[in-house]
């Protein structure tokens, strides 16, 4: 019930009451003359027939207004019921989309795009779901839709169209659509980390530099994924010097900060460009005030393959450490690669044989297969290989994400094999868990 239909009911009552009332006592009356004529009613009479002529005419003009604002009611009605029907396709579609049910989740999401009170929510739902099935043509028509229809929110599209680019392997259009958008003045925390990982994958460290930069003002990025793409920019830029003309990575080196320069991330990268060029006495002393700053384990397995001249000296730094240090698998690798560099074969096989037991992952075993197949035992041999191959295959994704460190680990460890093969067959010793041939 409406407040105007319950307010003419408690008015009703009430004049119902009050003629009741009246007609106890002295009703009294009411005269109109009119010359010739003349009327005589009774009070209570009258004000029924007020009564009764006000309610009349109250609800003929709402019945009036009910007849003229029909069709606005009614279309206001349809309205509802397809909004309330584009409610219910939505979350359907939604089910659907996260059911993996490409096709019904299109469909049902696209269909009441115009109807629905989300409709960029619908349109990149179903263009997610073209996206799915393959369908690129659809994608950019539902992309294009919500650009049209919804240029408050361009950014969130052009995001979401720079995303499929991405996954569909095209790197550079979606570079090219972030960049627009960046050049507009448009920021976002999605954009800004989108843009940055093109840049990184497009090896573009000049573009990503800038992007950092403004960054750093904007504050979008966390100061923890700022450092760490900063370094990884260092890094990626030694690289590059050293795979150019001259000596440009000692140039990039020097022209980072006191703060680079002991990082050990950067000292592992141009530890690693200066053993790759045989500059050895270099990578030695790098490295040794490198560890002598901060113990760092790849620190440590690097120094191993620093062959210097000052190998003596080298040596006892590293008894040193294996006296204070936790005997790690790193460090007993670097010793016997050194001791089997000043040709101390022995220790260099027990310290290798200690370094296989220890390391789960088996990383050291293949060069302890190659040890044992210079001996003649070819079973143990190939059981140190196959128990290598396991432990390559768990440090695949790192090593193949950084082909300069498997090139300098890869050649230092066919060196390291070559002068296992050079042993001999004439030395004798035990395998652990091996057994005799």
């Known amino acids: 019930m409406t407040f105007g239909a319950l307010f003419w009911l408690v008015a009703v009552l009430g004049f119902v009451t009050a003629l009741a009332l009246l007609s106890g006592g002295d009703p009294g009356y009411v005269l109109i003359s009119r010359t010739p004529y003349e009327i005589e009613v009774s009070l209570s009479l009258l004000l029924f027939g007020l009564l009764v002529t006000t309610t009349l005419i109250y609800f003929l003009i ?57 409709p960029l929510l619908d349109c990149l739902g179903a263009a997610y779901a073209a996206e799915q099935r393959g369908d690129e043509n659809a994608r950019n028509r539902y992309l ?74 904007s504050k979008l990025l966390s100061a923890e994924q700022t450092k760490a793409l900063t370094r990884e920019l260092g890094v990626a830029r030694l690289m590059t010097e050293a795979q150019g003309p001259g000596d440009g990575v ?19 990268t141009y530890a690693r460009v200066l053993i790759s060029e045989r500059r050895m006495n270099q990578a030695e002393q790098l490295l040794r005030r490198a560890i002598y700053r901060q113990w760092n384990t790849e620190l440590v397995s690097l120094y191993g393959l620093a062959h210097s001249d000052r190998l003596e000296e080298q040596i006892r730094m590293a008894e040193t450490w294996a006296t204070t240090q936790e005997r790690s698998p790193e460090l007993l690798m670097t010793l016997a690669r050194l001791y089997l560099e000043k040709g101390e074969k022995e220790k260099a096989i027990a310290l290798l044989m200690e370094t296989s037991r220890q390391d789960e992952s088996q990383r050291y075993a293949m060069e302890l297969g190659l040890l044992l ?38 050649s230092a460890n066919a060196n390291f094999g070559s002068q296992f093969l050079a042993l001999g067959r004439h030395t004798n010793v035990s395998a652990p868990n091996s057994k005799e041939s």
């Open 62 to 118: 709402r019945l009036l207004i009910r007849f003229f604002r029909g069709p606005e009611d009614w279309r206001r009605w349809r309205r509802r019921r397809k909004q309330e029907r584009a409610t219910r396709s939505t979350l359907s579609g939604f089910a659907r989309l996260i059911e993996g049910d490409w096709p019904m989740a299109e469909r049902l999401l696209s269909h009441h795009l115009n109807d629905s009170s989300t």
């Open 373 to 410: 197949e210079s001996m003649g035992r070819s079973a143990d041999a190939l059981q140190c290989y196959r128990r290598g191959i396991e432990g390559l295959m768990e440090d695949a994704a790192s090593t193949l994400d950084n082909p300069d460190l498997l090139l300098v680990e890869g």
């Open 144 to 217: 294009a839709w919500a650009r049209e229809h919804d240029p408050d929110h361009l950014v969130a599209v052009e995001v979401t169209r720079a995303r499929f680019l991405e996954r569909a392997g095209q790197i550079a259009q979606a570079r090219q659509v972030l960049e627009a958008l960046h050049d507009q003045g448009h920021r976002s925390r999605a954009l800004q980390g989108l843009l940055v990982k093109l840049l990184h994958q497009e090896g573009d460290w000049d573009a990503l530099e800038k992007v950092l930069n403004d960054s750093r003002r």
């Open 250 to 268: 000692s140039a990039a080196w020097r022209r980072l900060s006191r703060k680079e320069r002991n990082d050990a991330g950067y000292v592992v």
